[in-house]
């Protein structure tokens, strides 16, 4: 009798079609030179069995991959090339691939598998969320023994408040429903503001987009510059985004609407219990001869960041002003004047702004310090004089730090879109909101099981890598995209999500765990190799690839 051997599948399969589908090892191999290799995986295809690791429930990614791969049902994960000897699975393979990549330049790799996703999953690209972050690398990097064309592991601005490491800066952009079709890896201390320039510069030609074209580009404060301005302007790109401090016209806008009573209820944008509620106020200024619409937005959870920023600096007032007035104090004056301009003079000098001074004047009747050394002699008169001092009483200005906590629930957005009734204040504040897609993918830039994934020692290859990284989240947020999709008609029943709650949103997590501890069985019979499922899958099982677009089919492998 011939041996049965079982192997996992999970939901590998369903990542393996999805790939097929977008022809990700096809689309990879046409850019890429391979030159003369006599590896029997090609490049593409390695790509793909990379992905799969890296969107694996191992501890450490891209590390003793062929371990990885010993128990998993291959032909199921790459469904377009069903024969692979698992001894071309190896890490010094994986590093010659990324090394292939950076030679074929990964972010044309990247922006070609993006506009398969593009095409084949009809993604709607004239709203473009933008945001950057760093990664932190442990270890010293010769930047000039590699490609000069390669990003400079340096110091920078660190996000992960790791300034004593080195860094790659990894920008990011998203579609409005999350999905990645945007990137670059670049230097460590790139600017935030020059990259989004750059990238205005460039948006139309990557996404294909004529001048006529409706273009949206969703970006935090960095995008705010009088430059950048002028650039969106210039290449009709409309824009949302968080006017920054450094423009004197926020803090007067956010002032201006404290006292204006035409503010707008915008309530809940989430349905969860502790979400913030929100209100607004729109008003048109200009900004170096362009006008733009500004949404003050007003929530009733305040910033807490802030909100520590401010008891810190009205904490260091008063020490500073209780420390100065100690030694105030001490000091005798000859006259009520000299104690009253000297109060005046005390509070100029200290800027107060979160305490009120109340001053007193005390007299005292003192002895003139005599102007001879020793002892008065017996029936010498010593002179006296009547001196004044001055006495401070600090207590906070309940009424100024009342109007500073009451701005640390405001922020201002800036936008290009005048049209009021077309886009609604909370249409406007939806969109911007809309960021948290994008922070969603810096998870997997993040994700401290993917450390070992980064220790590489060249810049190429951590570049390459980081472009990977990438596409592994444009086909985990593609598969969330789908069952999204179709859970959206309510006449479809929500699915289980985690902990067996019913959703219609389910997360890609979500929908890995749902789908885990499948296994298949193998036989090799007249040479080829037959897969199959033991028993039926579990309704919810069903139900997911059914909302995938796919089924139980695909864990089968019949010759």
Not at 539 to 554: A, C
Request: net charge neutral; hydrophobic share 40%.
């Amino acid at each position: 009798m011939l041996d049965i051997l079982p192997y996992r599948a999970d939901y590998y399969p369903v990542l393996g079609q999805i790939m097929r589908e977008m022809d990700v090892a096809g689309t990879i191999n046409r850019i890429v030179d391979a030159g003369d290799s006599q590896a029997k995986i090609d490049v593409g295809t390695f790509v793909c069995l990379m992905i799969h690791n890296l969107l694996g429930d191992v501890n450490i990614r891209l590390y003793n991959m062929d371990s990885f791969f010993e128990d998993k049902a291959l032909p199921l994960l790459v469904p377009w090339q069903s024969h692979i000897d698992i001894s071309e699975i190896n890490d010094d393979r994986a590093a010659r691939v990324l090394d292939t990549m950076w030679m074929a330049d990964p972010q044309k790799v990247f922006s070609a598998v993006a506009n398969e996703s593009i095409c084949i999953h009809e993604l709607d690209t004239s709203i473009i969320h933008g945001d950057t972050t760093s990664k932190s690398f442990q270890g010293v990097f010769d930047n000039t023994d590699g490609d000069e064309l390669a990003p400079i592991v340096t110091f920078g601005h660190n996000k992960d408040h790791r300034p004593d490491l080195k860094q790659l800066i990894f920008g990011v952009g998203t579609t409005a429903d999350g999905i990645p079709i945007m990137a670059e890896v670049t230097d460590g201390n790139e600017s935030d503001k020059t990259l989004n320039g750059r990238w205005v510069k460039n948006l139309r030609s990557v996404l294909g987009k004529d001048i006529q074209d409706f273009l949206l580009y969703v970006a935090d404060s960095a995008l705010v510059t009088t430059p950048n301005l002028h650039l969106m302007d210039k290449y009709h790109i409309d824009f949302i985004s968080r006017l920054p401090g450094t423009f004197s016209v926020e803090g007067e806008l956010k002032r201006k609407a404290l006292s204006d009573d035409s503010w707008e209820s915008i309530g809940k944008l989430s349905e969860e219990k502790k979400a913030a509620t929100y209100q607004s106020c729109e008003m048109t200024g200009e900004i170096d001869g362009m006008t733009y619409r500004f949404v003050i937005i007003k929530s009733d959870q305040k910033d807490k960041r802030k909100l520590k920023a401010l008891d810190r600096a009205v904490e260091r007032e008063h020490k500073a002003l209780t420390k100065d007035l100690e030694e105030l104090i001490k000091r005798p004056f000859a006259c009520k004047r000299d104690a009253e301009i000297e109060a005046e003079r005390f509070l100029k000098e200290h800027d107060v702004k979160y305490h009120i001074t109340d001053w007193e004047i005390g007299e005292k009747t003192e002895k003139v310090k005599r102007e001879k050394r020793g002892r008065p002699r017996n029936g010498e008169k010593i002179p006296s004089q009547m001196n004044y001092y001055l006495a401070g009483k600090l207590h906070r200005n309940d009424q100024t730090y009342k109007t500073d906590r009451e701005l640390c629930g405001l922020f201002v957005l800036i936008t290009s879109l005048m049209d009021v009734k077309k886009y609604s204040s909370r249409l406007i504040l939806e969109r911007y909101k809309g960021q948290g897609n994008v922070e969603r993918i810096f998870k997997f830039i993040k994700n401290p099981a993917w450390i070992g994934s980064f220790c590489l020692k060249k810049p190429e290859r951590i570049a390459a890598l980081g472009y990977l990284v990438l596409m592994a989240a444009m086909i985990y947020t593609l598969w969330e995209r789908r069952v999204r999709k179709a859970l959206s008609d309510l006449d479809v029943a929500p699915i289980e999500g985690l902990n067996r709650q019913k959703t219609r949103k389910p997360t890609a997590f979500a929908l890995q765990k749902g789908m885990s501890s499948i296994l298949v069985l193998s036989q090799i019979v007249d040479g080829q190799l037959s897969m199959w499922l033991p028993k039926p899958l579990k309704t919810n099982q069903k139900r997911i690839l059914e909302l995938s677009g796919l089924s139980d089919k695909i864990y089968n492998s019949v010759p």
